[in-house]
């Protein structure tokens, strides 16, 4: 028996902040860009440990209300200091991640910023699935690391750089 395909895979970094990641895919949800899949890269740093905890905490209670009740966690461990391991990391990641899911969203917001630069290089570089590459700017750092729903509207924005790039 073959397992249901993955509809959405979701990639992020996990660091020291939860929330940029919690926050990022739940406002993508509220856009209707639900993940029922999430690999999130993370290292064996003892506080990114503890984020990668909260973050799977938060999305068990967040991604039921968009319809996932059972969403898939994988995780993946990246050396932050190894420049072009990540970079070769994230493009096995993705290759992997196209062979299961329709469609694949990344997320460009937490980790360093190679990381990102490296997020956004691969999905404009492929011709991969990507649907969406958002980096959730944070206006003011006063609201770093609290979750979404307490955050005013005007003190953050969802980007899809993707879209920013097609323009």
């Not at 493009?91 to 469609?103: C, P, R, Y």
């Not at 011709?127 to 979404?148: A, G």
Request: aromatic share 10%.
């Amino acid at each position: 028996m073959q397992s249901k395909p993955v509809h959405r895979s979701w990639i992020t970094v996990v660091g020291w902040s939860p929330m940029a990641v919690v926050n990022t895919i739940w406002q993508a949800c509220e856009q209707g860009v639900v993940p029922d899949r999430i690999v999130l890269l993370a290292s064996p740093d003892e506080k990114v440990r503890q984020s990668v905890q909260t973050v799977t905490h938060y999305l068990h209670e967040i991604l039921p209300r968009y319809g996932v009740e059972k969403p898939k966690f994988d995780e993946v461990p990246i050396d932050e200091n190894n420049f072009m391991g990540f970079w070769n990391t994230l493009k096995s990641v993705l290759k992997k991640e196209s062979q299961i899911a329709q469609g694949i969203v990344i997320d460009a917001t937490a980790g360093r910023k190679y990381m990102s630069a490296f997020a956004v290089m691969q999905s404009i570089s492929s011709n991969l699935p990507i649907e969406h590459v958002y980096y959730n700017h944070m206006i003011t750092q006063r609201y770093h690391d609290v979750p979404y729903p307490l955050i005013p509207r005007p003190a953050h924005q969802l980007y899809d750089l993707l879209r920013l790039f097609r323009r």
